[in-house]
């Protein structure tokens, strides 16, 4: 079906009965009043005493079908809703009411409703997704005759796509530590040897912190180590991320420290002295990154 005739079909919902014959559920009383300008924090002095008037923002609240759902819910309601439904438009969320006040509602009236399908709009593109407003009016009467009128729109529509998943962030390779990422695409974790004092660099560096020499070679982690501190990111989240996750700086066995994720644990058992050992995960077609699993607590009896 396409858009013109779904539009059509739709467009010959309205003026047609959302509910028929409603009654409200209890007939206007003082407690309900009551706590709703509690809620409110309304102390108009209108609304209590002997010559008390409801509050004309409680008008739906008179006609409202409570957790039951709405037993007096007309066909043709149901029917255009299931319509937008079939043409994929399976979200719903309330955008906006207006109400007109004809006339005070006090305790004891007893409330009866109509509501129709006043308007369904053309098909509509928003930052939640594509579909159509839907108004209702509701007249709202006592003694047959009209105390108000509230109008309810919502917008059923098709949730617009996700943008596909992000990738994660390339690391920053440059001539200072295109070895350490060459080594890591072959699952080797390579730290930097001082050739003059043997000084353990990592992350690489041009020059040995210790006795600032050039000359370097390098040594393959075993891939033992310990979580020396971590975090845990919640908020916020980056793109290509999904939090929660642990965040660790792993002492090494050879006494270097790395940055990297605890993985294979549950975020929340990650703790400072845990054991960890190196593994390599791939993450899309050209990522691998070094990773840590976690290794799980020891049991009762060990030590
Ligand atoms: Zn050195």
Redesign the pocket.
């Known amino acids: 079906m396409g858009d013109d005739e779904l539009h059509a079909r739709l467009k010959a919902y309205e003026g047609r009965p959302a509910a028929v014959a409603g009654t409200g559920r209890d007939p206007v009383n003082a407690p309900m009043i009551r706590h709703w300008c509690e809620a409110m924090g309304d102390r108009n002095p209108a609304y209590t005493g002997p010559d008390a008037i409801a509050p004309p923002t409680m008008l739906q609240a008179w006609t409202m079908g409570g957790l039951g759902g709405h037993a007096g819910r007309a066909r043709p309601y149901e029917e255009l809703l299931a319509l937008l439904d079939r043409a994929g438009c399976t979200s719903v969320v309330a955008t906006d009411c207006e109400q007109e006040y004809v006339r005070p509602l006090r305790p004891d009236d007893e409330v009866t409703f109509d509501t129709v399908i006043e308007s369904v709009s053309e098909r509509k593109t928003t930052k939640l997704g594509t579909g159509h407003f839907v108004t209702t009016r509701t007249d709202v009467r006592v003694d047959g005759e009209l105390a108000g009128t509230h109008r309810f729109r919502i917008l059923k529509y098709a949730p617009a796509h996700r943008k596909p998943k992000e990738r994660r962030p390339r690391p920053v390779v440059n001539r200072d530590n295109a070895g350490f990422w060459e080594g890591v695409s072959r699952h080797r974790l390579l730290i930097q040897r001082?050739?003059?004092?043997?000084?353990l660099r990592l992350p690489w560096l041009p020059?040995?912190?210790?006795?600032?020499?050039p000359d370097w070679d390098t040594v393959e982690a075993g891939g033992e180590g310990t979580v020396f501190s971590y975090v845990v990111m919640h908020h916020p989240p980056f793109p290509a991320f999904d939090p929660p996750y642990a965040v660790a700086l792993v002492q090494l066995a050879e006494g270097v420290r790395i940055v990297s994720n605890v993985v294979g644990v549950p975020y929340d058992e990650v703790r400072v002295g845990m054991p960890v050992r190196l593994d390599f995960r791939r993450y899309d077609e050209e990522l691998v990154l070094p990773v840590f699993q976690g290794v799980a607590a020891c049991g009762p009896g060990t030590s």
């Open positions: 001082c050739a003059a004092c043997a000084t020059g040995c912190h210790a006795c600032g020499s």
